[in-house]
């Protein structure tokens, strides 16, 4: 029997937006709030849309990579990276939650408290109104509807347009390639992201790290296929395609992105939560539903400052990541980019699981920046400061 719709007058927590960011703290709040009346409203037709999250083991703890453990579809034990002077591969744990899964697993968590299909007309901080009408009110929303202008922020751009494919034969892959960069460097620092889902099907990716957010579909699918075929790969069928536009955090003012906010509380990438250099954000989502899942109130007033403190905090602490990101897109020619990543993979691994992890020591940041840069001196100087707004 299908479970009782959720009454409108009857809901705690509405989150508006049914990507990893709600997903996260939804699945969180029922795990340690089970009575807790929710609610998740998504535009779409799923949940998730069509994505692939993926983190690197160290960059949880123990305890978070068991609470979404459900929601992981694929781990492997090690990942390598391909550079023209550098190979490596490295022991570091490495997994993956695909948007089936994520769909799957929280409409199964959430009985009768997802409503898909349901674009938001208004959002105010106890209500919403849905396309249709429906108003929907709850002690408090959360606004997780992905990225919006942020003119506060200087930002750069990893875009990507991946494939699911199945091959002809047998890849031979037994681990991810995080960043294969022997390909030839266009519109930035380019790379290609290899998953491999089981003994012939891969997840394809083409990634620049680009200084303008425009995507070129039809370009990006022929250059994967011109890799597939570099590798002795043949493509019998494409599965699905995903594509997206991940921020790359440069410089600016956080004080006055959150003053340009409404006093609605937000979550993922509109609440700028995402790792400075990588784009990753499923480490953020994760920490920051935990701490919603510790307030002892869930009223708007006090997620709404939870975010807000949360976002700020993390976004000064993490200024020598938009340093080094300032040397990437604006010390380096475009098609030398590349080569700022391939020393960086020449360090220590533990240091390696630390940056990704966004919680480098001193010494790290001193070891990443010592010795003979890979950009021109005279243009590196002037990336180490900042000037806490956009260009």
Same mark, same amino acid.
């Given at each position: 029997?299908?479970?009782?719709?959720?009454?409108?007058?009857?809901?705690?927590?509405?989150?508006?937006?049914?990507?990893?960011?709600?997903?996260?703290?939804?699945?969180?709040?029922?795990?340690?709030?089970?009575?807790?009346?929710?609610?998740?409203?998504?535009?779409?037709?799923?949940?998730?849309? $069509?994505?692939?999250?993926?983190?690197?083991?160290?960059?949880?703890?123990?305890?978070?990579?068991?609470?979404?453990?459900?929601?992981?579809?694929?781990?492997?034990?090690?990942?390598?990276?391909?550079? +023209?002077?550098?190979?490596?591969?490295?022991?570091?744990?490495?997994?993956?939650?695909?948007?089936?899964?994520?769909?799957?697993?929280?409409?199964?968590?959430? !009985?009768?408290?997802?409503?898909?299909?349901? !674009?938001? /007309?208004?959002?105010?901080?106890?209500h919403a109104e849905l396309a249709d009408g429906t108003i929907l009110h709850a002690r408090a929303v959360i606004d997780g509807r992905g990225? /919006?202008?942020?003119?506060?922020?200087?930002?750069?751009?990893?875009?990507?347009?991946?494939q699911e494919v199945v091959l002809a034969a047998p890849h031979g892959l037994m681990r991810p390639i995080v960043m294969d960069a022997t390909?030839?460097?266009?519109?930035?620092?380019?790379?290609?992201?290899?998953?491999?889902?089981?003994?012939?099907?891969?997840?394809?990716?083409?990634?620049?790290?680009?200084?303008?957010?425009?995507?070129? !579909?039809?370009?990006?699918?022929?250059?994967?296929?011109?890799?597939?075929?570099?590798?002795?790969?043949?493509?019998?069928?494409?599965?699905? @395609?995903? @594509?997206?536009?991940?921020?790359?955090?440069?410089?600016?003012?956080?004080?006055?992105?959150?003053?340009?906010? /409404?006093? $609605?509380?937000?979550?993922?990438?509109?609440?700028?939560?995402?790792?400075?250099?990588?784009?990753?954000?499923? +480490?953020?989502?994760?920490?920051?539903?935990?701490? $919603?899942?510790?307030? +002892?109130?869930?009223?708007?007033?006090?997620?709404?400052?939870?975010?807000?403190?949360?976002?700020?905090?993390?976004?000064?602490?993490?200024?020598?990541?938009?340093?080094?990101?300032?040397?990437?897109?604006?010390?380096?020619?475009? @098609?030398?980019?590349?080569?700022?990543l391939e020393r960086f993979y020449g360090l220590p691994q533990p240091l390696i699981e630390r940056f990704y992890a966004a919680r480098p020591?001193?010494?790290?940041?001193?070891?990443?920046?010592?010795?003979?840069?890979?950009? !021109?001196?005279?243009?590196?100087?002037?990336?180490?400061?900042?000037?806490?707004?956009?260009?």
């Amino acid at each position: 029997m299908a479970a009782r719709p959720l009454p409108l007058d009857e809901i705690d927590l509405l989150l508006v937006g049914g990507g990893l960011a709600n997903g996260l703290i939804a699945l969180r709040l029922r795990q340690r709030h089970p009575g807790l009346r929710l609610a998740l409203v998504e535009a779409g037709a799923t949940l998730g849309g $069509i994505h692939t999250w993926s983190f690197f083991e160290q960059d949880l703890t123990p305890a978070q990579r068991a609470w979404i453990a459900p929601l992981v579809a694929h781990r492997w034990d090690g990942y390598e990276v391909r550079f +023209p002077a550098r190979r490596r591969q490295l022991s570091s744990g490495y997994a993956s939650i695909t948007s089936a899964r994520f769909h799957d697993q929280l409409m199964a968590s959430l !009985p009768g408290m997802v409503r898909l299909e349901a !674009p938001v /007309a208004r959002l105010a901080a106890d209500h919403a109104e849905l396309a249709d009408g429906t108003i929907l009110h709850a002690r408090a929303v959360i606004d997780g509807r992905g990225p /919006a202008p942020a003119p506060e922020l200087a930002l750069g751009y990893q875009k990507f347009l991946g494939q699911e494919v199945v091959l002809a034969a047998p890849h031979g892959l037994m681990r991810p390639i995080v960043m294969d960069a022997t390909v030839a460097q266009i519109d930035g620092y380019r790379f290609l992201y290899v998953l491999p889902f089981s003994e012939r099907s891969l997840l394809i990716e083409d990634t620049r790290y680009a200084d303008g957010p425009a995507l070129e !579909p039809p370009a990006l699918r022929a250059a994967i296929a011109e890799y597939a075929a570099s590798q002795g790969w043949r493509i019998r069928e494409v599965l699905r @395609e995903e @594509e997206g536009v991940l921020p790359v955090a440069l410089d600016g003012d956080i004080a006055a992105f959150w003053r340009s906010r /409404a006093a $609605i509380p937000q979550a993922g990438l509109r609440a700028a939560l995402f790792h400075p250099t990588t784009g990753y954000s499923l +480490p953020d989502a994760v920490r920051l539903a935990e701490a $919603i899942a510790a307030v +002892p109130r869930l009223d708007a007033a006090s997620l709404n400052a939870l975010v807000r403190s949360h976002s700020t905090a993390l976004w000064r602490q993490r200024s020598f990541f938009r340093r080094l990101n300032r040397m990437l897109f604006r010390a380096a020619r475009p @098609e030398r980019r590349y080569r700022v990543l391939e020393r960086f993979y020449g360090l220590p691994q533990p240091l390696i699981e630390r940056f990704y992890a966004a919680r480098p020591t001193l010494m790290d940041k001193l070891r990443i920046l010592a010795g003979k840069p890979p950009v !021109p001196l005279r243009a590196a100087l002037p990336c180490l400061m900042e000037r806490g707004r956009p260009d």
